[in-house]
């Protein structure tokens, strides 16, 4: 019986975890292994990419979690040519302890991939709920240390605080040009109502990312590899926003990670423009710039009268379009659609309230169709005036 008890004791214990290989594709191999944080040891999940590694991300989960539950994104990384560090770890308030830990080490002696390789000089740190207030910590750490030469972002997935340091963390952060962009989701209690996004928003930064709007969840990180109890207690992932998370932080981690600039996640690209015209997301703030008149002219008309304008709004890093009536006297309604004909029948905006003060707001590049319609009495001197915003 005693031998059986030593058997069990050393088949349990962590530094006897033997690799383990998950999962293996053409573009690299999921290992679990035991990772060493200053003796501390824990399970982790290493993700390594089949060719060169193009920087690091470590990759934390939230409160209650576990690596797997993050598995389809930690791939998504991988096959972008990052390798992924996913420990198993308690989270409860951000595990301040192990964030030292983990700074120190990550800084100046890294834990050895299970194939070999050196772990990358380059990293990203990426944390989902209270994840992502313990890698904030991990970086408010490495800053006030003197070692975030190497650091090149944080990618924060629906971030939490929950009374924890976050906005102490995001104040060390704000002076350095460390880049920090996140994901959010709809105010639950499950992120406990959007507590980060005031600290995010306080950031002296052009652009800190995005909250998606529609029928998100605080576990769209997890997507696929969610399950029913944390689906219940915090919604069901809708496929377009898993999908739309996973792009987004993956595009943003590997520019942090090469120096590119993936246009289509940012103010004036594509995917954004489209999350935000389609109201399935909007910018956590409005990055600075300047705004651009392009049309201003001030007219009246009769009665079910007509008046259309075209504007062309060029393909330059451009956020938000928006076309106003002000003024004058009667009553006028706006009407306006991008790359088509505009009418009563067929809008993309359209504001047909009493009086003559009307706003339309769109995004991005193209050719705006405007149309001004009198209603029963006509209407004059109203000014009609668009401008968008440019970054």
Not at 40 to 46: A, S, T, V
Not at 173 to 191: D, E, F, H, Q, Y
Not at 267 to 279: D, K, S, V
């Amino acid at each position: 019986m005693k031998t059986l008890y030593l058997i069990a004791l050393f088949l349990l214990a962590p530094w006897a975890s033997a690799q383990v290989v998950v999962l293996q594709t053409p573009s690299g191999t999921v290992i679990n292994d035991s990772v060493s944080f200053n003796g501390e040891i824990y399970n982790g999940d290493w993700y390594l990419p089949s060719g060169p590694a193009i920087g690091a991300v470590y990759l934390q989960h939230g409160f209650t979690r576990g690596g797997g539950n993050y598995r389809d994104l930690g791939v998504a990384l991988m096959n972008q040519g990052m390798l992924v560090l996913s420990i198993n770890a308690p989270m409860s308030g951000g595990a301040g302890d192990l964030a030292v830990r983990v700074a120190d080490v990550l800084a100046s002696n890294p834990p050895s991939p299970p194939d070999g390789r050196p772990f990358p000089t380059s990293l990203v740190l990426s944390g989902h709920s209270a994840g992502g207030l313990h890698v904030s910590l991990i970086a408010e750490r490495m800053v006030q240390t003197g070692s975030a030469a190497n650091l090149h972002g944080l990618v924060l997935l629906d971030p939490v605080n929950a009374f924890g340091p976050f906005g102490r963390a995001m104040d060390v952060l704000a002076p350095t040009a460390i880049p920090v962009r996140a994901i959010t989701a709809n105010g639950s209690l499950c992120n406990t109502f959007n507590d980060t996004q005031g600290a995010l928003r306080n950031l002296p930064r052009q652009y800190v990312g995005i909250k998606l709007t529609d029928r998100s969840t605080h576990v769209d990180s997890e997507g696929n590899n969610s399950d029913l109890l944390a689906q219940i207690a915090c919604g069901f992932p809708a496929e377009r926003n898993i999908v739309a998370l996973r792009d987004f932080a993956v595009a943003w981690a590997k520019d942090m990670l090469d120096g590119g600039y993936s246009a289509d996640f940012y103010p004036g690209g594509a995917r954004l423009n489209a999350l935000l015209n389609a109201e399935q997301a909007r910018l956590l703030k409005d990055a600075s710039g300047a705004w651009s008149t392009i049309l201003q002219e001030s007219f009246g008309g009769s009665s079910y009268s007509e008046k259309r304008y075209t504007i062309t709004v060029p393909a330059l890093a451009v956020g938000q379009v928006e076309i106003t009536t002000r003024g004058g006297s009667g009553n006028a309604d706006l009407y306006v659609r991008r790359d088509d004909g505009v009418s009563v029948w067929k809008y993309d905006c359209r504001d047909t309230g009493s009086g003559n003060n009307e706003t339309c707001q769109l995004y991005g590049p193209g050719t705006y169709q405007i149309m001004v319609r009198g209603k029963l009495f006509g209407y004059s001197g109203v000014t009609l005036k668009a401008r968008y915003f440019e970054y």
